[in-house]
Each structure stands twice: as structure tokens, then as C-alpha cells.
């Protein structure tokens, strides 16, 4: 079992800067791939980023490339979410993903995750 709490969403102009952090608790942290995922009102959940067990290798898809960060802290069981140059479309409810099949391999495809966070609401104004 994993367990999963996200925070630091909130309201900001376009331009600005968040950072998202979800605390992980339960199975060894440092054994899995984690994964953020968005998903706005009215649209399909989307893919945001993912990162291996010892963040050596990192995935984006084209629509954050360049301006979205994905870290994670094992020893403080944490991945974090460094998003800038922020714009209206980036607008969702960000959620945080377990893979606990996979240590090395990301996937962008979110059947593929096993344990969901909450999720925390980000919302940019134009």
C-alpha cells in the first residue's frame, strides 16, 4: 500500500511559478517510478511528468517541456512539481501517481499507476 498526499497548489497570474510536493508514505519509497498527472474540468486526465526511482531519468510530454521540473527526495519520501512560466491552460487538478511495478521504466499512460493522490487544484489566471 501506498499513500499519497499532494499540496501546494493555489491561485496564480500567468507568468508565475508553483511548486507541487507530494508526501509519500507506505511502501519503500525509493523502489518505484512516480508520476504527475493533471486533469481539467470537462477534459481527459493528461500525462504531466514522471521520474525513476533515484530521479536519473525523467518524461514530458511537449506541453510542459521546458517549463515544468519534476524532483523527488527519497530520504524525505517526497516528489516535487516545479512549474514555470505558468499559462491559463495549465489550469487542473494536478495529481500525483505511484507505478510500483516499475523503478526505471516511465510511462506516461495512467492505467499504469497503481496508487492516486487527491490531487491539489492549480489554477492560473490570464
Known amino acids: 500500500q501506498v499513500q499519497l498526499v499532494e499540496s501546494g497548489g493555489g491561485l496564480v497570474q500567468a507568468g508565475d511559478s508553483l511548486r507541487l510536493s507530494c508526501a509519500a508514505s507506505?511502501?519503500?519509497?525509493?523502489?518505484?517510478?512516480m508520476g504527475w498527472f493533471r486533469q481539467a474540468p470537462g477534459k481527459e486526465r493528461e500525462f504531466v511528468a514522471a521520474i525513476s526511482w533515484n530521479g536519473g531519468s525523467t518524461l514530458y510530454p511537449a506541453s510542459v517541456k521546458g517549463r515544468f521540473t519534476i524532483s523527488r527526495d527519497n530520504a524525505k519520501n517526497a516528489v516535487y512539481l516545479q512549474m514555470n512560466s505558468l499559462k491559463p491552460e495549465d489550469t487542473a487538478v494536478y495529481y500525483c501517481?505511484?507505478?510500483?511495478?516499475?523503478?526505471?521504466?516511465?510511462?506516461?499512460?495512467?492505467?499504469?499507476?497503481?496508487?492516486w493522490g487527491q490531487g491539489t487544484q492549480v489554477t492560473v489566471s490570464s
Open positions: 507506505g511502501r519503500t519509497f525509493s523502489t518505484y517510478a
Open positions: 501517481a505511484a507505478d510500483i511495478s516499475s523503478s526505471w521504466y516511465l510511462d506516461d499512460r495512467g492505467n499504469e499507476y497503481d496508487y
